[in-house]
């Protein structure tokens, strides 16, 4: 049984069901069936769609929840190829301006879900 402040329930509670990028929406999609074997999260950046592990405690669910959206930013500013492993030669200012730009943007269109992905990760401190 999940804590009322896990994220997973925090979602359902604020009715937050995706993560708005400004050029598409991202369902976040919670279940035990992701589709890459043996991760707990995965983004398809072609469908729009975050996938998270339905059995993870609060405190690794959230860090999953900023990890995948962290994937859908750098889609977002233009990292992306259909290769995973391709590389970018950017330098520390070109890609601290462009993922500070990018989450300024994600902060301002999903505030809800920043500010619970933030809020109440409290209760995994022993
Ligand atoms: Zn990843």
């Known amino acids: 049984m999940k804590k009322e402040t896990h994220i997973y329930n925090l979602l359902k509670k604020f009715k937050i069901d995706q993560v708005d990028l400004g050029y598409a929406k ?3 999609i919670v279940t035990k069936e ?22 993870m405690d609060n405190g ?4 999953t929840l900023l990890h ?5 930013l750098f889609e977002l500013i233009g990292f992306t190829s259909d290769n995973e492993e391709t590389k970018f030669e950017e330098n520390n200012e070109d890609l ?19 500010e619970i992905l933030i ?8």
């Open 60 to 63: 690794p669910a959230r860090e």
């Open 26 to 28: 991202y369902k976040l």
């Open 96 to 114: 601290t301006l462009k993922i500070s730009r990018g989450y300024m943007l994600l902060i301002n269109l999903n505030p809800k879900l920043m």
């Open 34 to 55: 992701v589709p890459e074997n043996g991760v707990y999260g995965y983004t398809n950046p072609g469908s729009y769609v975050i996938f998270l592990h339905e059995d």
């Open 119 to 126: 809020s109440s990760g409290e209760d995994d401190v022993k």
């Open 68 to 72: 995948e959206i962290t994937h859908a």
